[in-house]
Structure formats: structure tokens, C-alpha cells
């Protein structure tokens, strides 16, 4: 007597498992597909500007343009790796620390389209690893510094700071003026030929001080959170919290931070390490890459200055 259950379950699996690679790996190439163009998109707004550097890769993104299937080739992402580092290497006097970070994620890139490798994984582990070192490191400096726990960094730079005067204005009610008053104040102070002129005092306020202690608390609270739980093996809940925490830290800072090539590594790493099981939270972080965008409108100094 023929076993039907048997030759159904068989016949399932059989007919099953090719669109099932087949699935796989589609799911696979749109991942390292969506990763490189994000990356590429940093590399192309947010770079190296160096000569050295935006000349030669002005010709790689034509070549991508003729042939989209060079982003999924290890000599492509090589051969940015030699010109970012090249760029580094000329300027590295006043390149910034995320440059360092993208030179590496670059350099990931190209190790991660070998043959004989997982490449989703490879590139998740080089995302947990690069955010955990960013995030600790961040901590460790931040502990260590002696003005930076008890506010005084943060009303410092809110004080004098144009990139961050306008939320200064905006949340404590004080005149724009001021904050206008003690960058030239700072400006003075740094100039050797006004050494010998009289000093004077920051303007500040008690609000000031507070939206000064909150924003350290709050930042450096997050990115504790943020590394420990990059290091623990999660439930699907704890890893949908550790997500939130992450986008929870990427929108208030980069809505004022102005390094916003360093927002979108650090969402290309949170895009990479988003589980399977809950990939909704990618549309998550792609709309962070698009909200970035926006932030780099001045939107803060319309709504102090404007009249």
C-alpha cells in the first residue's frame, strides 16, 4: 500500500526547495544591493574632499551608472578603499573620525563579496562590531573627559556653537543675540593679537545649563544601552528595543549634530543588523537615511529668526 502522506510531503519538498533558494537568494542580493547603494550615497554627498579622491571616484559612479552590477563586485569597493584611505592619508590632520569609520565599513564591503562567505553575515558582523567600538569608545571618552558628565561641554558648545544656537534659542527663549554675542566673544579670545585686551564672560542661563545637562544625560545614557545590548543575545522583543534605542538616538542628534555622513553609517549599521524575523524595521531605518536629508535644512534658524 502506497504511504500518500509520504510521496505529498516529498513531492513538496521537492517542488519547494528551488523557489525557496530561489527566494533566499533574491532576499540576499536585495540586501547587499540596498547596503552598497546606501553607502554609495554616502560616499557620494558625504565623501572624501580631497582631489585625490573625488576625481577618480567621480568616474567609479559613472561606471556604476553603465553597469549598476559593480556594486555587488569586491574590485569596485577595492578601489574606493585605495582612493578613501589615499584621501585620509593627505588630510589626516582634519578628517574627521567618522571618515576613519566609512574607510573601514568600505574596506568591510570588499571583503564581504568573496565567494566563499555568507556576505549578510559577514556584513552584520562587521556592523555589530564597527557600532559596539563607536558607541563604547564614545562612552569611555565621554566618562573619562572632565567637563563633559557635568553639562559644561554641551552649554559651551550651545553657547557658542551657531551650529546649535538656534535649538539654544529656540528652547530656553533667549535672544538669538546673545548667542551671536559670545561666538565673537570665543572668536577674540582665540585671536593672539587681542591677547592683551580685557576678558570677558559667556552669557549663559540656568535654562541654558539645563538643556545642557539633559542632552548629555540623555546621550550618554543611550549609548551605554545601545553597546551592552549590542554584545547579549536578544529575544525578537529585545531586539526590536534595541532598535528603537538606536533610532531613538540617531533622530534628536543628528536633528542638531551636523555631521550627517556620520548619521548615515551609523543607520547603514543598524539596517544590517535588523533580524529577519522583524525586516519591517529596515522601511524604519530608510526612513531615517531620507530624514537626515531634510534635517540638513536649517529649519532651527527659520524658527528663531524668521520674523
Known sequence: MLNTDAINRRLSTTLTSPLLEKLCGREQQDFL????????GIL?????????????????VISYLVWPALLRQGPFWFVVFLFSSAALWLNWTHADNHKYLLCYWV???????DNTIDRPAFLRR??????FFTMMMAVVQKTLSPDYLSGDF??????????????GSLVTGMDGDIFSENRQLYVRALDPLLADQPTATLHSSEALHRLALVITWVNYVDQIAIAVML???LSRRGEIFKHLLLMAFIIPVYAVAPVIGFGWLIIIWGYCLVPNDVAGLRLGYLGL?????????????LLVYSP
Open 33 to 40: 544591493a540596498v547596503v552598497g547603494a546606501l553607502t554609495l
Open 44 to 60: 557620494i554627498f558625504h565623501g572624501f574632499p580631497h582631489v585625490y579622491f573625488a576625481i577618480p571616484f567621480q568616474l567609479l
Open 107 to 113: 574596506f568591510s564591503l570588499f571583503l564581504a563579496f
Open 126 to 131: 562587521c556592523a555589530r562590531y564597527l557600532l
Open 154 to 167: 554641551f552649554e559651551f558648545i550651545l553657547m557658542t556653537d551657531s551650529r546649535f544656537s538656534a535649538l
Open 231 to 233: 554584545l547579549l543575545p
Open 289 to 301: 537615511f531620507l530624514l537626515l536629508c531634510i534635517y540638513e535644512f536649517p529649519w532651527l534658524s
